[in-house]
């Protein structure tokens, strides 16, 4: 099973493609696996000749679980957190170094997002590229859900397998692409898988906690001297459009790409844009 010790954490993680190709992270998002990339997006980027490495973030998945810290999800002072978004960025600084790997490209996506940009932000000679996906800068007036998408992720997590997998459908019915809703077998499916993999509901609270706390990153990412990609649906109810485009305003040279019929997903027929973008992205690193 590999493991990585970080900062006292460990990290589970997935390699796929050349390991002599440009390494690239994949982070996803609040809760989600590494399984939550999709199997044929991840297949398309080994195509493109990259070092593909997936990981699960601590408090999800098969990483670190700090089981029993009590902590309110709404908190919004750092100090009264367990951990903050740049602890998870250290964690992932400290899988790259048990990798031997000097720098990343970075793909993020949601809070997969956040978590990158902390990281090309407190260990800028670490990256090589930047790619926020679906994602914001922490500002309070930016990138905020609707109260339809804050409604669907209230709805309690059932204990059992087969009400998890009716909930994934429905949830992912609310912030899933209008113009090309999710296939629901694969939305059970893969349900299903990380059901099985590690069903874990008790990290929600402190992972939210952790992007309550971390605050907003606008002005350091000002800063950010880094190729760097932005990409957001339009469609998108669970981190709005603004979002995106404040992340984008704020770091010099970046570029935006607004997808018209994409929600919070990465609905299967736009996978050929988003990964020309990103391998596009990576290039211009040098």
């Known amino acids: 099973m590999p493991i990585a010790d ?90 790259a170094d048990h990798l031997g790997i000097d720098r990343v490209h970075l793909v993020g996506a949601s809070m997969g997002g956040m978590i990158a940009q902390a990281l090309a932000l407190d260990h800028p000679g670490r990256v090589l590229s930047l790619c926020s996906i679906m994602s914001t800068t922490g500002a309070p007036g ?3 859900p609707t109260p339809e998408a804050v409604l669907a992720l209230m709805i309690p997590a059932p204990p059992d397998r087969e009400g998890t997998l009716t909930r994934s459908v429905e949830v992912t019915g609310v912030l899933g692409s209008k113009s090309h809703p999710p296939d629901v077998d694969e939305v059970r499916r893969g349900a299903g898988e990380a059901y ?38 339009l469609q998108d109810i669970l981190i709005q459009p603004d979002g995106g485009s404040a992340t984008a305003a704020a770091i010099p040279g970046a570029e935006l790409i607004e997808l018209p019929d994409m929600a919070h997903d990465l609905p299967p027929h736009l996978w050929p844009l988003i990964i020309d973008a990103i391998t596009e992205n990576t290039q211009k690193a040098g």
């Open 6 to 95: 970080a900062n006292g954490i460990q990290l589970y993680y997935e390699e796929d493609g050349d390991p002599a190709g440009p390494p690239l992270l994949l982070v996803m998002g609040f809760t989600a696996q590494l399984t939550g990339w999709p199997k044929g997006f991840v297949e398309e980027l080994v195509r493109r000749g990259f070092r593909v490495i997936r990981v699960d973030n601590r408090d999800s998945g098969l990483s670190t679980r700090l089981d029993g810290v009590e902590v309110n999800p709404f908190e919004v002072d750092p100090t009264k957190v367990p951990y903050l978004l740049a602890d998870m960025a250290d964690d992932l600084v400290g899988l």
């Open 142 to 144: 930016v990138g905020q």
């Open 196 to 233: 099985d993999r590690a069903f874990y509901p008790e990290g929600a609270g402190r992972q939210l906690a952790a992007m309550l706390a971390s605050g907003d990153r606008t002005e350091r990412l000002r800063g950010l001297a880094v190729p760097t990609l932005v990409i957001h649906g």
